[in-house]
């Protein structure tokens, strides 16, 4: 199966100024994830930019890269017009990996794409992993999904899924064992006609109130698959005390 991985980055952040170019181990960030993507079975890996200084430093690496309007409100309209910039058939599978993923895995990567040729009745595949604590599990930061027999999303929530009526009564204290809770990874894979679509969707009260891009697709009615991964995936960088557990790790 032929697939694309398309990488966003943008150069502002609140949290971490300049974060695409964070140096970690001698390499901009943005190209450590574009290396590790490359270790997946993508066909080609192209950074979608949108400032100079990201275009250089990944041509400086032999990182492929596009210029991207630097107003795009979400990283799926930036990706978006990737596609067209690309001239990707509609029915291309594109893989949509941060940029702050310098540690992403690339099986991972292979196990997302393969989703929607599996799939048929989903528009978007995304992946998540087994929550093993309750500090986790009731962290709004943390995004829970549940999803049905087929292993296609029913929702995505930063509240606590599932809501275990019983067992919750008095406070939430212990992890529901069936179905096990299930935590979001941010990764997706998107036909890229779909891709070229989705930004035209109406945004979704869900997603305003929840702050999840994803729920809009489920609000207009496309399925999202989900795989289940055995283990969580190594930690991206959001914020100067990410950079520095991942500096460590490199080194």
Same mark, same amino acid.
């Given at each position: $199966?032929? @697939?694309?991985?398309?990488? +966003?980055?943008?150069? !502002?952040?609140?949290?971490?100024?300049? #974060?695409?170019?964070? /140096?970690?181990?001698? #390499?901009? $960030?943005?190209?450590?994830? %574009?290396?590790?993507?490359?270790?997946?079975?993508?066909?080609?890996?192209?950074?979608?930019?949108?400032?100079?200084?990201?275009?250089?430093?990944?041509?400086?690496?032999?990182? =492929?890269?596009?210029?991207?309007?630097?107003?795009?409100?979400?990283?799926? /309209?930036?990706?978006?017009?990737?596609?067209?910039?690309?001239?990707?058939?509609?029915?291309?599978?594109?893989?949509?990996?941060?940029?702050?993923?310098?540690?992403?895995?690339?099986?991972?990567?292979?196990?997302?794409? /393969?989703?929607?040729?599996?799939?048929?009745? %989903?528009? $978007?595949?995304?992946? %998540?992993?087994?929550? #093993?604590?309750?500090?986790?599990?009731?962290?709004?930061?943390?995004? #829970?999904?549940?999803?049905?027999?087929?292993?296609?999303?029913?929702?995505?929530?930063?509240?606590?899924?599932? &809501?275990?009526?019983?067992?919750? !009564?008095?406070?939430?204290?212990?992890?529901?064992?069936?179905?096990?809770?299930?935590?979001?990874?941010?990764?997706?894979?998107?036909?890229?006609? @779909?891709?070229?679509?989705?930004?035209?969707?109406? +945004?979704?009260?869900?997603?305003?109130?929840?702050?999840?891009?994803?729920?809009?697709?489920? &609000?207009?009615?496309?399925?999202?698959?989900?795989?289940?991964?055995?283990?969580?995936?190594?930690?991206?960088? /959001?914020? +100067?005390?990410?950079?520095? =557990?991942? =500096?460590?790790? @490199?080194?």
């Amino acid at each position: $199966m032929s @697939f694309t991985v398309l990488i +966003p980055a943008r150069l !502002a952040s609140t949290r971490l100024p300049n #974060k695409p170019l964070a /140096d970690i181990a001698g #390499k901009p $960030m943005v190209v450590r994830v %574009a290396e590790r993507a490359a270790l997946s079975g993508a066909a080609r890996v192209v950074v979608a930019a949108d400032a100079p200084e990201i275009l250089a430093a990944c041509a400086a690496h032999g990182v =492929r890269a596009l210029a991207t309007r630097a107003d795009h409100p979400s990283g799926s /309209d930036r990706l978006a017009e990737a596609c067209e910039q690309l001239g990707l058939p509609d029915d291309t599978i594109v893989v949509n990996v941060q940029g702050d993923e310098p540690l992403i895995d690339p099986a991972l990567i292979d196990a997302v794409a /393969d989703l929607l040729p599996n799939q048929p009745t %989903a528009r $978007m595949g995304t992946a %998540a992993h087994a929550i #093993k604590s309750v500090e986790e599990f009731t962290n709004p930061n943390v995004v #829970k999904v549940i999803t049905d027999a087929q292993g296609l999303a029913l929702a995505f929530s930063r509240a606590p899924l599932p &809501w275990w009526r019983d067992g919750f !009564a008095g406070g939430i204290t212990a992890l529901p064992a069936d179905p096990t809770p299930l935590r979001h990874i941010g990764l997706y894979a998107y036909r890229a006609g @779909f891709l070229r679509a989705f930004p035209r969707l109406t +945004p979704a009260p869900l997603e305003r109130c929840e702050a999840l891009e994803q729920l809009r697709a489920l &609000w207009h009615g496309h399925r999202i698959a989900v795989h289940v991964a055995a283990h969580a995936p190594g930690p991206g960088v /959001d914020t +100067p005390e990410d950079l520095a =557990r991942v =500096r460590a790790l @490199f080194a």
